[in-house]
């Protein structure tokens, strides 16, 4: 095993022990997704075109892609906080690889998310949600969630290294939960005025929404909207990766750097 995948693990390691020390925080985070998918479900389906069941099964995936994009927020006030602390300072006086330290926050982050999504998907089930598409569907449903979350906490480390303080991360960080509001995770965006349904379908929560939906078999894709949301998988994947490809390396430039 190289150095920098020693590294990597020592840190992976590291984040996880973080998270089972703080076995609360961690409950909370995951019951969120779960109180909203009850309560939009049973009180905002009764509101919409396709209430009920229906509207279930179409909430599910919004629910999964919103909690992902959490990890802007969560990377964001960890790697903040590592900082603030003295911790990043800490790191960087010790032989680790440079890619280790963000890359085993974002790693770590990935397992606990993972881990985590399943009680939501048991729930779903409970309630009416059905994977109507095929299992390798549903496969590459779940592998481009987990990317999608890998990039929001890629982008998070990068901002809670440039912010250095656990406050400002924190007001930041919250702002994100505008994010999927403008989207098509909650509601079609067909019915929204035409520059806003333009905002929202070029926001990559939407995309990869679309996406979910179309692999799991819960909604057919929309007929003429943008390009990311006519071609879901394929803008889920670009998003996803661009984000990956812009602020990992950020990061990683940011923590070598120290400033």
């Keep these: 095993m190289s150095a920098w995948a020693y590294d990597g693990l020592a ?17 909370l985070t995951q019951m969120m997704p779960i109180n909203m998918l009850l309560f939009f479900g049973y009180v905002f389906g009764s509101a919409l075109a396709t209430p009920g069941r229906e509207y279930r099964a179409f909430l599910l995936p919004g629910l999964l892609v919103a909690t992902a994009a959490g990890g802007v927020m969560t990377g964001m006030f960890q790697a903040a906080a590592d900082t603030h602390r003295g911790v990043m300072d800490r790191f960087r006086t010790l032989p680790v690889s440079r890619a280790a330290v963000p890359l085993g926050q974002a790693v770590a982050d990935l397992v606990v998310t993972a881990v985590g999504t399943v009680p939501l998907l048991l729930v779903g089930l409970a309630v009416g949600w059905r994977i109507e598409g095929s299992a390798l569907d549903a496969a590459g449903a779940v592998g481009l969630l987990l990317l999608f979350r890998f990039a929001c906490t890629c982008a998070g480390i990068f901002l809670g290294l440039l912010t250095r303080s656990e406050d400002a991360a924190g007001q930041l960080g919250a702002s994100s939960f505008v994010l999927p509001l ?65 602020f990992l390396p950020l990061a990683v430039r940011r923590y070598s750097r120290g400033e």
């Design 11 to 27: 840190m992976t390691g590291r984040q996880l022990r973080r998270v089972r020390n703080s076995p609360g925080l961690a409950i």
């Design 182 to 246: 403008l989207s098509d995770a909650y509601i079609p965006t067909d019915r929204l005025p035409g520059w806003l349904r333009t905002l929202a379908e070029w926001n990559p929560i939407s995309a990869v929404t679309t996406a979910l939906r179309d692999l799991f078999g819960n909604a057919p894709v929309p007929r003429g909207a943008a390009w990311p949301v006519a071609h879901p998988i394929a803008g889920a994947l670009a998003w996803s990766l661009a984000l990956v490809a812009v």
